[in-house]
């Protein structure tokens, strides 16, 4: 069973640049959440996507977008990036209906600085 | 809104001591509570969860949490550490639909 995986692991912007994130969800997983972890904090859930739909969102400003593919894969983009966007992100999956107990599986982050 | 508070940023202990990881949660409504450890660069590793039934959970690793819904916590305990269990814990609370809400976490320092 493939577990999530994120892609890049590191990557440098400057301000005001445009990155993309991708995630690919645990097999059998169809909901895709995001997480923001800034140093010496606690995840901050982003958004979620489930069919395709973003469903739900944290308190986050809307250059924060993403996407989520047939396949259940996902994509954060943040546009205008500041320094504060400096941190790790945290994709995580979760399985469909009664297999669903809250739980979610993260993959290993990708790392943004922005300079 | 449901929150989790960990009261201790930083728990030093000796190799092969106990250890308990404070977490509290606020919460109206019926809770699904979690244990999560994150090791340097690497991300988060899911140890225990509480959805129902017995109050003491049992998780990876020798780790056990026991959950106490007059008190609102939900404390994290190992009764003998070991210098690989060093690392960043969170308490998280499911708000629903698959949303977690973490604590800031507490950073288990196990030294010789």
């Known amino acids: 069973e493939t577990g999530v995986t994120q892609s890049p692991t590191h990557l440098i912007k400057t301000r005001g640049q445009q990155v993309t994130l991708r995630c690919s969800s645990q097999?059998?997983?169809?909901?895709v959440s995001w997480y923001q972890q800034a140093l010496g904090q606690g995840p901050q859930f982003i958004f979620q996507?489930?069919?395709?739909?973003?469903?739900g969102r944290g308190n986050f400003p809307p250059r924060f977008s993403g996407l989520q593919f047939p396949n259940y894969s996902s994509e954060l983009n943040v546009n205008a990036l500041e320094l504060d966007d400096s941190a790790l992100y945290l994709c995580?999956?979760?399985?469909?209906?009664?297999?669903?107990?809250?739980?979610?599986?993260f993959g290993e982050g990708s790392r943004l600085t922005v300079l | 809104a449901q929150s989790v508070t960990q009261l201790d940023s930083q728990v030093p202990v000796f190799e092969e001591a106990p250890v308990e990881l404070r977490c509290n949660y606020s919460?109206?409504?019926?809770?699904?509570l979690f244990w999560y450890v994150q090791y340097p660069n690497q991300g988060l590793q899911l140890l225990l969860k509480?959805?129902?039934?017995?109050?003491l959970v049992k998780g990876i690793n020798g780790f056990e949490a026991e959950f106490n819904k007059s008190q609102t916590s939900f404390h994290l305990r190992k009764p003998s550490v070991h210098i690989s269990d060093t690392a960043e814990y969170f308490c998280?609370?499911?708000?629903?639909?698959?949303?977690?809400?973490f604590g800031t976490g507490t950073r288990l320092l196990v030294s010789p």
């Open positions: 509480y959805l129902s039934g017995s109050t």
């Open positions: 995580a999956s979760s399985p469909p209906g009664q297999k669903n107990t809250g739980e979610l599986f």
């Open positions: 998280a609370v499911n708000t629903g639909f698959q949303k977690l809400v």
């Open positions: 919460s109206s409504v019926s809770v699904y």
């Open positions: 097999s059998g997983h169809n909901t």
């Open positions: 996507y489930y069919r395709e739909e973003e469903n």
